[in-house]
């Protein structure tokens, strides 16, 4: 069993800078594919970031692209979200999940945008973006 626990979220000014830090415990990390989502007042969750086992492939929804990245620290055991340019709509509850010994055709299918894709998920951090 992998727990992973998120943290970092607060209010925020638009324009403003969060980073999210999702901590993970149990299993091996380097063995985790590590998504974020996130789920808006009234709104399906939704696919945000993920990165791969090696820490080297990344993809991001279109709206985040250019302002959002994903990393982790392997010494740490944590995958960060760095969210700078926030604006209001980026509002929501933010999740981390860890999806386990991803081979290719995950990544070429797109399964990592989908949520039963991901075996484990923490409990989620608020971010909330004023105007």
């Known amino acids: 069993q992998v727990q992973l626990e998120e943290s970092g979220g607060g209010l925020v000014q638009a324009g403003g800078s969060l980073r999210l830090s999702c901590a993970a415990s149990?299993?091996?990390?380097?063995?985790?594919?590590v998504g974020w989502f996130r789920q808006a007042p009234g709104k399906v969750r939704e696919f945000v970031a993920v990165?791969?086992?090696?820490?080297?492939?990344?993809y991001y929804k279109d709206s985040v692209k250019d302002r959002f990245t994903i990393s982790r620290d392997y010494a740490k055991n944590t995958v960060y979200l760095q969210m700078n340019s926030l604006k209001p709509e980026d509002t929501a509850v933010y999740f981390c999940?860890?999806?386990?010994?991803?081979?290719?055709?995950?990544?070429?299918?797109?399964?990592?945008?989908?949520?039963?894709?991901?075996?484990?998920w923490g409990q989620g951090t608020q971010v909330t973006v004023s105007s």
């Open positions: 149990g299993g091996i990390f380097s063995t985790y594919a």
């Open positions: 999940a860890a999806a386990n010994t991803r081979d290719q055709a995950w990544w070429y299918s797109g399964s990592y945008f989908y949520q039963p894709s991901y075996e484990y």
């Open positions: 990165v791969n086992r090696n820490g080297v492939t990344t």
